[in-house]
């Protein structure tokens, strides 16, 4: 077993286990720190991938930006609703089992089913996803999905300040969102 | 040189758990991380075929999805606050004010 192998099913079986945790942990918090562990482990794949930017890119965005919003929510709105009693079907437990392992089957059929190994040959075309080619490909050929997602980062960006706004005594803020929990 | 078709199953596992944790769980937030991590699996599918097929292309889808994820979450944090607001509660079961 080479080296690289190894090094895949350590990080594999971090990145499932946080996976795992996502989904099982009582606690929100908790849940998104496990997100956090999954996030990192995938950016170390990203860089086996010869994704060097995009694994910066996945720890800036993801683990910096998105995990730390969703733990701004978690406080600010108190996650320890229990989710587990409410409403819940004796048998959606086991339906929702059912159903992922039916689509976990489907979805490694489909992908190992005409999956041939990599040839060397390509890998050494790619020349790796570093900045500079990353960069050269986003700011050349596809410069326009790029303007369009500031576009859409802006609209994002108005839709949830608009969202989130006190509707009545906006100028509150913060205090009366912390009554309102 | 780890084969591509290990990275693949890798994902379709972690986007397996993902959609899985959608159906079990009641806890909107954690609906929402769930959907985070099922982008982050196929990121990583783009990732490997791009590695496998020697270009560039994937990364930059990669790039697209992130900045659209970013906006999902922008988004769809705001919406449950506001709904926090006014239902004092995250429970997706008790959320079903569009429900038929």
Known sequence: MSWSLLFFLLVGAVSLAAALGVVTSRQPVHSALFLLTNFATLAVLYITLDAQFLAAAQVIVYAGGIVILILFVIMLIGGDTNDFSAAQRAWSRTVGMALGIILLLVISYSALSRMMAPSEDTAALLQGGTPEAVGIELFTKYILPFELVALLLLVALIGALVLGRQQEGASEGIPSVKANE | ?100
């Open chain 2, 1 to 100: 040189m780890v084969e591509t078709s290990y990275y693949l199953v890798l994902a379709a596992i972690i986007f397996t758990v993902g959609a899985t944790g959608v159906l079990l769980r009641r806890n909107a937030l954690i609906i929402f991380m769930c959907i985070e991590m099922m982008l982050n699996s196929v990121n990583l599918t783009l990732i490997a075929l791009a590695r496998q097929w020697g270009n560039l292309e994937g990364q930059i889808f990669v790039f697209m999805i992130m900045a659209v994820a970013a906006a999902e979450v922008a988004v769809g944090l705001a919406i449950l606050i506001a709904n926090v607001r006014h239902r004092q509660s995250i429970n997706i079961d008790e959320i079903n004010l569009l429900k038929w």
